[in-house]
């Protein structure tokens, strides 16, 4: 079976420390992977997605980048980080022949200070 | 640009009363459409869905939604509410037109009275 695992669950970085986040996915091949950020209130905001190494797509001009070094793995990066950057980050994956059906991490908490 | 809109932002409901739950979106073309649920405490994970056929579609532990095309909704629905189904909802679209990308809704927090 498939499983998607996200490290760290819980970070707490000051204002303009560089930022990390991972996102691998086990027992798939080629998944497609997105990472998204929940904000109370305001649903899913999806931010990059890939369809294949290296290939990345974004969604909302920020101050995030991603890439995807391999297969199964996606990492969500800053440089610098803002205050505004706090949130729920959530990585997901999709077979590459689904419509829409995804699949969830279970998040990182990032609180920018 | 394309949205999905659930009006509810949050529902308090006592046990074993009936619930509805809207979702809207707009977009003229082909869609999938989907309900996702994240209960406490644990992953976003998939309700329902509906890609072609009944438009009325069942989902695991007793939902259910309806997709009326004329009037782009697709609401949930539940006969008879628990305690566990508290729990955050998402309505979802994925446009025909993009494969790998859904919009989701803002959510709507359930919450039901023991």
Same mark, same amino acid.
């Given at each position: 079976?498939?499983?998607i ?11 303009g ?7 691998t996915?086990?027992g798939t ?11 109370a209130?305001?649903g899913?905001?999806?931010?990059f ?28 990066s800053s440089?610098?980080l803002?205050?505004?950057d ?7 994956w ?12 279970p998040?990182?908490?990032l609180?920018v200070? | ?6 009006h509810?932002h949050?529902? !308090?409901? %006592?046990?074993?009363?009936?619930l509805?739950?809207?979702?809207n979106?707009?977009?003229?073309? #082909?869609?999938?459409? =989907? ?7 644990q992953?976003?994970?998939l309700l ?13 532990k ?5 997709? !009326?095309? %004329?009037?782009f909704?697709?609401?949930?629905r539940?006969?008879s509410?628990?305690?566990?189904? #508290?729990?955050?909802? =998402? ?9 790998s ?14």
């Amino acid at each position: 079976s498939q499983t998607i695992h996200q490290w760290p669950a819980t970070l707490v970085q000051p204002v303009g420390s560089p930022l990390s986040l991972e996102c691998t996915v086990e027992g798939t091949s080629n998944p497609n992977l997105y990472w998204y950020r929940q904000a109370a209130g305001r649903g899913l905001q999806l931010l990059f997605y890939s369809v294949g190494i290296g290939q990345i797509s974004s969604e909302v001009p920020q101050n995030l980048s991603a890439s995807r070094p391999q297969d199964r793995q996606f990492i969500l990066s800053s440089k610098k980080l803002l205050l505004s950057d706090s949130g729920f980050y959530l990585c997901a994956w999709s077979r590459g022949s689904a419509r829409g059906e995804q699949y969830f991490g279970p998040g990182t908490r990032l609180t920018v200070t | 640009a394309q949205s999905v809109s659930q009006h509810n932002h949050h529902v !308090i409901l %006592s046990e074993a009363a009936s619930l509805e739950l809207g979702c809207n979106y707009s977009y003229g073309g #082909t869609v999938n459409l =989907f309900w996702y649920v994240q209960y406490p405490g644990q992953h976003l994970q998939l309700l329902l869905k509906y890609f072609s056929g009944d438009p009325l579609v069942k989902g695991i532990k007793g939902f259910e939604a309806e997709f !009326i095309k %004329s009037k782009f909704s697709f609401n949930l629905r539940k006969p008879s509410v628990q305690w566990s189904d #508290t729990a955050e909802y =998402f309505c979802a679209v994925n446009l025909y037109s993009s494969a790998s990308k859904i919009i989701f809704g803002s959510g709507t927090r359930l919450s039901i009275r023991p």
